[in-house]
């Protein structure tokens, strides 16, 4: 049975950080692309960034790109969202999930690629 639980979200002022985890059990997050997506009430959900299996490359929204990191610990089979320079604007329920089959890169920004999803963790960011 695969789970994913997040933690790491809170409050934060304007311009600070904030580091997200997804501990993963029931799959091997190294051999997973691994995304994080957002949900801000009254909008959409957003694709905040994904690192892909293997190699590792990442992608990025682009308005989060030069801000936020994604990364793993394939020792600890969790990963991370590094927040940085964060913004009101970035307040939302931030999601991580996983897709269990071996997506093309232009579909990793969307959430019907991926199968497994963390239960979700609030970020606020206000002063």
């Known amino acids: 049975q695969v789970q994913l639980v997040e933690s790491g979200g809170g409050l934060v002022q304007p311009g600070g950080s904030l580091r997200l985890s997804c501990a993963a059990s029931?799959?091997?997050?190294?051999?997973?692309?691994m995304a994080w997506f957002r949900h801000a009430p009254g909008k959409e959900r957003e694709f905040v960034g994904v690192?892909?299996?293997?190699?590792?490359?990442?992608y990025y929204g682009d308005s989060v790109k030069g801000r936020f990191t994604v990364s793993r610990d394939n020792t600890k089979n969790t990963g991370y969202l590094q927040m940085d320079r964060l913004k009101p604007e970035d307040t939302a329920v931030y999601y991580c999930?996983?897709?269990?089959?071996?997506?093309?890169?232009?579909?990793?920004?969307?959430?019907?690629?991926?199968?497994?999803w963390g239960q979700g963790t609030q970020v606020t960011v206000s002063s």
């Open positions: 999930a996983v897709a269990s089959g071996s997506p093309t890169s232009s579909y990793l920004r969307y959430a019907s690629t991926y199968d497994y």
């Open positions: 029931g799959l091997t997050v190294s051999t997973h692309a």
């Open positions: 690192h892909r299996r293997y190699g590792g490359m990442t």
